[in-house]
């Protein structure tokens, strides 16, 4: 069965510091990977995801993230945090055994921004 | 344009009763998805449907639930003889194609159930 792990449930960062959430996943085969985040009192929003290719991706808001096979980690990114992206974030994967149809969640990282 | 809803955003109900659950897609999206969310958890799959029909309802924790999805579009969640266990936030999401299966999805607000 596949699975995603998001070992830390808060990260707290000062605004203008670099971030990084973390994830790894386990599944049989090649992954797709996704990355969400959940406002306060909004659906998940679609950041970011990794197919094949390029191990680093660029999605949304100025986030990133790197996929890195060996360490079956999909670790979320950002140069210079801002307040506004306080939010849940939650890793996802896609994989081949469930025949790419089910997505599999994290149970979510909450980012606080401290000014 | 319009995002997936769902309706209702909150729904109150009794143990032992009989719940629907409705999503409405984006206009034009084949895949619609189902997820359940407790307190501190991520979203939990309960069922896929690619069109009118179920692709995968693998998730859906047992016979008292069961989705329809008759037109394509619209889909309603039914949940039978609930129990205090089945509070959750309810996901519905929908993507352009269920295939490639790289596609992001795009989720609705959520409909909270609280089960007395």
């Known amino acids: 069965a596949q699975s995603v792990a998001q070992p830390e449930d808060q990260v707290n960062v000062a605004e203008g510091n670099p971030l990084t959430v973390k994830c790894t996943y386990s599944v049989s085969g090649n992954p797709y990977l996704f990355w969400y985040v959940q406002y306060p009192n909004r659906g998940l929003q679609f950041l970011l995801k990794?197919?094949?290719?390029?191990?680093l991706v660029k999605g949304s808001y100025g986030f990133e993230a790197e996929f890195n096979k060996s360490q079956t980690s999909f670790h979320l990114k950002k140069p210079s945090a801002l307040v506004s992206d306080s939010a849940l974030y939650f890793c996802a994967v896609r994989g081949p055994g469930e025949g790419y149809q089910k997505v599999t969640f994290g149970t979510g990282t909450k980012l606080q921004v401290i000014p | 344009g319009a995002g997936v809803s769902q309706t209702p955003s909150n729904k109150v109900t009794e143990k032992g009763k009989y719940v629907e659950l409705r999503c409405d897609p984006i206009?034009?999206?084949?895949?619609l998805y189902w997820y359940r969310q407790s307190l501190g958890q991520g979203p939990e799959f309960l069922i896929y449907?690619?069109?009118?029909?179920?692709?995968?309802d693998s998730g859906l924790p047992n016979d008292r639930f069961f989705a329809v999805r008759p037109e394509g579009s619209v889909s309603t969640l039914k949940i039978q003889r609930t129990e205090r266990g089945d509070s959750a936030v309810y996901l519905c999401?929908?993507?352009?194609?269920?295939?490639?299966?790289?596609?992001?999805?795009?989720f609705g607000p959520g409909t909270r159930l609280t089960v007395l």
């Open positions: 990794y197919i094949t290719g390029d191990n």
């Open positions: 999401a929908s993507s352009p194609s269920g295939l490639p299966s790289y596609n992001e999805q795009f």
């Open positions: 206009s034009g999206h084949t895949a």
């Open positions: 449907f690619q069109g009118t029909g179920a692709a995968d």
